[in-house]
């Protein structure tokens, strides 16, 4: 039986400059219901949120809450209704501890704040539902998962009935992620109603009770979890069938293309990012690293690419050692990098597609001679790779910020890749990209692997890990926890490793 709708949005409207974000959006969530409002990047799921917070107002449509029209013009107006919202990037300050967080913006505090009380019925709280964080650190002290728990004890503490969640998996190890899951579950039991905005199926199918689809901002399916699946859902998303299961072809080579000797590495902070780490890459081998963000990742990448100084340790590739070169001397020596920020590492916005598809390659001929560029070899260059790598864009001369993020990524992948590198570094290369984008990216790294590269994948889907990985390590605290084949790889093992909680010999 469908539970009686708690929250009614009818034909909702709410257009951008230029875009029509959502449009006429019919959404319902019942009382006790875990809702996944689910759809690509784009779909319009967070601007649909966004207007039933308050933080944006429709141009059409309306809204019921308990059975009774309502007017939202502000996140206060929706607090005032019991409704709550835990944004994909955390809205807390961090030089404040938790209670002091948890607390800005209530009204009808007292002049002098009786903190010592506060922090007792925060801490009475955070025991009642199981989110444990001390109402007393600061929030710059904590990890991402317990930051989350101040943000869910945020809106708790301000009453809230309805809870609506962005993307709240993103930054999660496996073990977080299920404690969150049972903590949703619970909130359903004890009568809330909860939005679960995401992108991933898998969660979908293990929290929600119904699922509404979006795509390009419209409803094209509603349907209940129970009744459905995995791939139909990814039809409804995406207009298409999508593929879930991916062949390794071929097993690694004996040949090394990567070789990582005790690696020590300093952040942006000059603390020590990575420890001391080891590992290899073979040729036509899938090297997987997983672990949640801010772990190492990111110095590991730039220090092979080139990017960032290096410590101590070595780094060889194709058997020389190439540690300290510059990111030209990668490049030229056969190494290809898909960063993580695409937008501001990996294709400068104000230049042109085809102009951003020569990077690598514009010092040399055919694209120029004599410090003479050749438009009419760099135009041929955009227009055979945005044909082969199936670039949705205006013209090879469009400005490269007008692209989606899919398609920014093929175009990151098209200039990497076109040059049959011997090592590619792909540091989160599906992060944030709709699963069709993921789908064409997943297959187009398998069949570089085929065609005799290796390939350090690193990301924190540990499904994509998994799935594409022919052996996989874990990094924690800038240290490896231990690396497994992936015929052996254990779901459980691994999250246990990436949340430090065990270390296994590699």
Not at 180 to 194: I, N, P
Not at 239 to 254: D, H, I, N
Not at 376 to 396: D, H, M, W, Y
Not at 474 to 498: F, H, K, P, R
């Amino acid at each position: 039986m469908q539970p009686s709708p708690i929250i009614k949005m009818e034909q909702v409207v709410k257009r951008f400059p230029g875009a029509l974000a959502v449009d006429h959006v019919d959404f319902e969530v019942g009382r006790s219901e875990v809702h996944a409002l689910l759809g690509e990047n784009g779909a319009g799921k967070t601007t649909l949120m966004n207007v039933l917070y308050g933080i944006h107002r429709p141009d059409s449509g309306k809204i019921c809450v308990n059975g009774r029209e309502v007017s939202i013009r502000s996140p206060k107006d929706a607090i005032t209704l019991r409704i709550g919202m835990v944004h994909q990037n955390f809205r807390l300050v961090e030089s404040h501890t938790v209670c002091e967080n948890i607390l800005l913006g209530l009204k009808n505090l007292p002049t002098i704040l009786r903190l010592k009380t506060a922090e007792k019925e925060i801490e009475e709280l955070s025991k009642k539902h199981d989110l444990p964080v001390d109402p007393r650190a600061r929030i710059w002290q904590l990890s991402m998962g317990e930051r989350q728990r101040v943000e869910l004890l945020k809106i708790l503490y301000r009453g809230a009935d309805i809870l609506i969640l962005d993307e709240p998996t993103s930054i999660l190890t496996p073990l977080e992620s299920k404690h969150l899951f049972d903590f949703l579950r619970k909130m359903a039991a004890e009568g809330k109603s909860v939005i679960f905005i995401t992108h991933k199926l898998d969660e979908v199918m293990a929290i929600s009770d119904r699922v509404t689809v979006l795509r390009a901002g419209r409803v094209v399916g509603k349907v209940a979890t129970s009744t459905t699946s995995k791939s139909d859902l990814a039809t409804m998303m995406v207009g298409r069938k999508v593929l879930f299961t991916y062949e390794r072809r071929g097993g690694a080579s004996a040949s090394l293309v990567l070789e990582v000797r005790d690696l020590q590495v300093l952040n942006d902070k000059g603390l020590p990012a990575l420890k001391g780490i080891s590992f290899t890459v073979h040729a036509r081998e899938m090297f997987g690293v997983a672990g949640v963000a801010g772990n190492g990742q990111k110095e590991l990448a730039e220090s092979i690419t080139g990017l960032r100084d290096v410590s101590s340790g070595q780094i060889i590739i194709d058997g020389n050692n190439v540690t300290g070169r510059t990111a030209r001397y990668m490049i030229e020596h056969g190494v290809a990098y898909v960063p993580e920020d695409r937008v501001n590492v990996g294709a400068p916005q104000n230049l042109s597609v085809a102009e951003n598809l020569v990077l690598r390659t514009y010092r040399y001929e055919p694209f120029s001679k004599r410090l003479v560029l050749h438009r009419r070899e760099i135009g041929a260059n955009a227009e055979k790779l945005i044909s082969e790598f199936n670039i949705v864009t205006p013209s090879r001369y469009a400005i490269t910020r007008t692209l989606s993020g899919g398609n920014l990524q093929k175009l990151i992948l098209a200039r990497e890749l076109s040059g049959k590198p011997k090592l590619i570094v792909a540091l989160y290369p599906t992060r944030g990209v709709d699963v069709g984008a993921t789908e064409y990216v997943r297959g187009l790294l398998l069949k570089q692997r085929e065609m005799g590269a290796g390939i350090l994948l690193i990301s924190e889907d540990l499904e994509e890990i998994l799935s594409l990985s022919d052996r996989i390590a874990v990094l924690y605290d800038g240290q490896m926890m231990g690396v497994v084949t992936a015929e052996s790889a254990n779901m459980e093992e691994i999250g246990l490793m990436m949340g430090g909680a065990l270390k296994k010999a590699a």
